[in-house]
């Protein structure tokens, strides 16, 4: 039996009673209180995660722009200084290797940010495709970690925790951006981007600064309904959000297209890893006019659907497939998101979802399931 990664921050959720999960192979906290009360918590005020499982891979050189528009179906080249992107990464036919979020931190120098499970899947097409480019790849997973702060608190938190004269950094940190703060004596690379549907942040911090750091943010947003939060409730929020989950939602078995994700730069100059699959995808109307597509699904019964239970057409035919679902916390009625064939796409359309042999009634959203009031 293989022995399950610890983050640097096991002995905190330990202090504080979290139950853990195997989640990719690392112990993570499951949920410290309720996954429901968790989940109110950063609907309504924060939550802290541990979030030290993601991969961190810094790409540098003269070639690093070039040379990720090569690697990455986005456009990389177009991110200035300070700002980050949401990406895939490809495999020659198409199908999702990953999805990851790439910061430029200079001119010359990107952080890229893969799922825990492909950390390693990632490093190693990123070092395979570097060939022929002016680029270092190094993988710092094992030095870094990562903590983030949801909610509609969350900046207020972070402002009451930075050196007095930042917190203007942190008020003007827009979406998709990052910058450096200072937390009690240490220079924190900071975030602002998120997976819960709320506004949020993540700061970035070597292993051993990580404990003193998750302390001062539990103590810092006390006054702010700041609470722990687990991996359980963090499913239920990105659900919500009509955010996909790599595994459920996206594999190498999909193409972009069919998870309705335009993230894809078809024009850009470079020759992407997967360029003439997905063109040829697009062309044939992939995801528009044949195939599979994934979409949201709402039910109007109280069973909630899970992930790989079959969905049906009126003539109890299956059409697709559940890849995620619970019953909303915040919005009180079952949710999922399903690849279904695509002439059962449109909103409105009446679909079944078989329930352990019942069929429970659901019909088609747009996503996502809920967005955040404005501010």
Not at 125 to 146: K, N, P
Not at 344 to 371: C, H, N
Request: net charge negative; aromatic share 8%.
């Amino acid at each position: 039996m293989t022995e399950l990664k610890e983050t640097a921050l096991a002995v905190e959720h330990e202090a504080l009673g979290a139950s853990f999960t195997d989640f990719g192979g690392w112990r993570m906290p499951l949920k410290y209180s309720s996954e429901l009360e968790e989940h109110r918590a950063v609907r309504e005020a924060a939550g802290l995660f541990d979030l030290s499982h993601m991969g961190e891979i810094r790409v540098v050189g003269p070639d690093a722009a070039t040379f990720l528009n090569t690697a990455l179906v986005g456009n990389l080249a177009k991110v200035e200084p300070g700002k980050a992107k949401y990406s895939l990464i490809c495999q020659d036919d198409g199908g999702i290797l990953d999805d990851l979020i790439t910061y430029r931190l200079e001119e010359h120098q990107y952080l890229v940010v893969p799922n825990a499970g492909n950390r390693e899947a990632v490093a190693g097409a990123l070092q395979q495709r570097a060939a022929g480019f002016d680029v270092e790849i190094w993988d710092e997973s094992e030095g870094i970690s990562l903590i983030a702060v949801q909610g509609p608190q969350a900046q207020a938190i972070i402002s009451s925790v930075v050196r007095m004269d930042e917190t203007y950094l942190v008020e003007g940190l827009q979406y998709y951006a990052q910058t450096t703060v200072t937390i009690g004596g240490d220079e924190v690379l900071l975030a602002r981007t998120g997976y819960t549907g709320e506004d949020g942040f993540e700061l970035y911090t070597p292993h051993d600064k990580a404990g003193a750091l998750w302390r001062a943010l539990l103590e810092g947003g006390s006054d702010f309904g700041l609470i722990p939060c687990g991996l359980a409730c963090r499913d239920s929020l990105r659900l919500e959000a009509g955010m996909p989950l790599y595994g459920n939602e996206l594999s190498t078995e999909r193409l972009p297209q069919e998870a309705g994700l335009p993230v894809v730069a078809y024009s850009k100059a470079e020759d992407f890893i997967g360029r003439a699959a997905l063109e040829a995808a697009k062309a044939a109307g992939l995801g528009k006019t044949s195939g599979q597509r994934l979409v949201g699904l709402k039910g109007t019964g109280r069973r909630a659907a899970r992930s790989g239970y079959p969905v049906l057409d009126e003539h109890g035919d299956q059409i697709g497939v559940v890849t995620s679902g619970v019953l909303s916390p915040t919005l009180g009625y079952p949710v999922a998101m399903a690849y279904v064939d695509i002439d059962s796409t449109e909103p409105d359309t009446a679909v079944q979802v078989d329930v352990r042999g019942k069929a429970q009634p659901f019909e088609v959203v747009p996503l996502p399931f809920y967005r955040r009031r404005a501010a």
